[in-house]
């Protein structure tokens, strides 16, 4: 059609489908959009005049899947679930065969699964694309994790690649410096191809698992930091700032330590200080926490973070409990500076723990769903862009390099080691909060975790006489081959025992 001219279409002009568009437009593209509030749609356009590739605007879903080029390529970024099946519905009869349709949300993965096969079936294509980095990443370069049919993702390819985050080849640090018009060139863009139908959103939910154990962490630092050793915000951020040059150099990190050094605009008091100790959360902690109980696969630092965003939402029952609930600690007595060594180590050691245990999931869930997962390459894809993008992320993708199959990252001779060295901190750590009464649930729960997988034997075996001796659920025996299963005739525990 003569009026078909757009590169690609996008809808739902929320903060992030116009940082998104923006993006697109920059790398050269000239792309559609289109919002159901038509005024939104026309203001959009207007406050974006100049770009290299073009704007074009659209008053109804006609106009513009009649703009695109096809086979078209039509980006969704709408609330995830109802309304993004609404939106799917609203395309389906005016879309040719292989169109494709690219759900950019927060998508929970059996929904892209179900949608990929139903929209297959119309000889639609579908790509539920896991997009990180917030808003600046949308405008700048976004981490990218797509999943779909492949010769989906090689039409997108081009769009995915170009307006990616981009990472120095050799070290893996992201390049940055992008300007509106002005994006980054050259570097390797951090996107993929992730695998078949729900496996772009399904990694992406790990990753915000995964994000949710970071921010925990690094709040647990922050509190043995405040209430342990009684340092002011700004005296912390410096600390932070230290950190963020070495190993523990991150987007996290980097922007812990702003927010620890500003001030309140009203009151002139830290800002940290001032904020309710409430947080909120969207779900995808969640559904990563509920995935792992699902499949079997131990993820504690993830669903402690969760558990600790619930707990921190009764505030009213917290502070009414503090004044009935008022144990005696013992003030801190130990050398400072060494303990913030040692809070360090122990961050790093748990978020090596915490990733550890992202990675373990991601390696079942290819097995239940039938992926085949490159975590090398998906470890490369979130070194720039995203939220968890950090140095660390480096020496994940190197692992992966050593060792495709490696079991379990905390194998991997690299991180082997530098538990080895800071072990002894990380220990000293949890053992003091509990002695003074600082809650760690992240910090200490990837501490179990940490001894429970090296622990060549654990005490399930008396766990398993106890179910066995209640429910008659069987036990296997140390003597006998694995898959062989027993039970003894145990006495009834309410019939009363006659004694000689």
Not at 4 to 27: E, F, R
Not at 200 to 206: A, L, R
Not at 263 to 274: A, H, N, R, S
Request: with cysteine; glycine share 10%.
């Amino acid at each position: 059609m003569s009026d078909a001219t757009s590169d690609i279409g996008l809808i739902g002009l929320a903060v992030m489908g116009q940082n998104l568009a923006l993006n697109i437009a920059d790398h050269g593209f000239q792309i559609s959009v289109y919002n159901r509030t038509t005024s939104k749609t026309d203001d959009f356009v207007a406050e974006n005049p100049v770009t290299p590739g073009g704007l074009v605007g659209t008053q109804s879903l006609e106009e513009f899947v009649n703009s695109l080029k096809r086979p078209r390529k039509i980006i969704i970024l709408v609330k995830a679930g109802a309304a993004t099946d609404a939106v799917i519905d609203g395309l389906i009869p005016l879309l040719d065969k292989d169109d494709i349709i690219i759900d950019g949300g927060n998508a929970l993965w059996t929904d892209t699964i179900r949608r990929e096969k139903d929209l297959n079936e119309k000889g639609l294509r579908f790509v539920g694309s896991g997009v990180s980095g917030g808003e600046e990443g949308a405008r700048f370069g976004p981490s990218l994790m797509p999943g779909g049919q492949e010769s989906a993702w090689n039409e997108l390819k081009p769009v995915w690649e170009a307006i990616a985050a981009k990472v120095d080849p050799e070290t893996g640090k992201p390049l940055e410096g992008a300007e509106p018009g002005k994006p980054i060139e050259g570097g390797v863009p951090c996107t993929a191809y992730i695998g078949p139908d729900g496996a772009g959103h399904y990694v992406k939910m790990v990753h915000n698992g995964i994000e949710y154990g970071d921010m925990q962490m690094i709040c647990e630092a922050y509190t043995l930091m405040g209430n342990l050793l009684g340092m002011a915000p700004k005296e912390m951020s410096a600390v932070f700032g230290e950190w963020d040059k070495g190993v523990l150099d991150s987007f996290l990190i980097e922007i812990t330590t702003d927010i620890l050094g500003q001030d309140d605009p009203e009151t002139g008091k830290p800002f940290v200080d001032i904020v309710l100790d409430t947080a909120g959360q969207k779900g995808t902690g969640k559904w990563t926490s509920v995935n792992a109980l699902d499949m079997g696969i131990a993820a504690p630092c993830i669903a402690e973070a969760v558990f600790a965003r619930c707990i921190s939402a009764i505030k009213e029952e917290r502070v009414a409990a503090s004044k009935v609930i008022q144990p005696g600690f013992p003030d801190f007595d130990g050398d400072k500076k060494e303990f913030v060594q040692a809070i360090h180590d122990a961050l790093y050691c748990s978020k090596i723990c915490s990733y550890a245990q992202g990675f373990q999931l991601m390696r079942e869930a290819q097995q239940e769903y039938g992926w085949t997962l490159d975590f090398g390459q998906i470890s490369m894809i979130w070194r720039g862009g995203c939220i968890i993008r950090a140095r660390f992320l480096q020496k994940i993708f190197e692992a992966y390099q050593r060792d495709p199959e490696i079991a379990n990252l905390l194998l991997d001779p690299y991180f082997k080691s530098e538990i080895d060295r800071c072990q002894d901190n990380w220990r000293k750590v949890v053992a003091t909060a509990a002695v003074h009464g600082v809650p760690l649930p992240c910090f200490s729960s990837a501490l179990a975790y940490y001894d429970s997988y090296r622990s060549a034997r654990l005490p399930a075996n008396l766990l398993q006489g106890q179910r066995d001796y209640f429910g008659a659920h069987t036990y296997e025996r140390t003597d006998k081959p694995r898959g062989e299963f027993f039970h003894i005739d145990w006495p009834d525990p309410a019939r009363p025992q006659i004694k000689a």
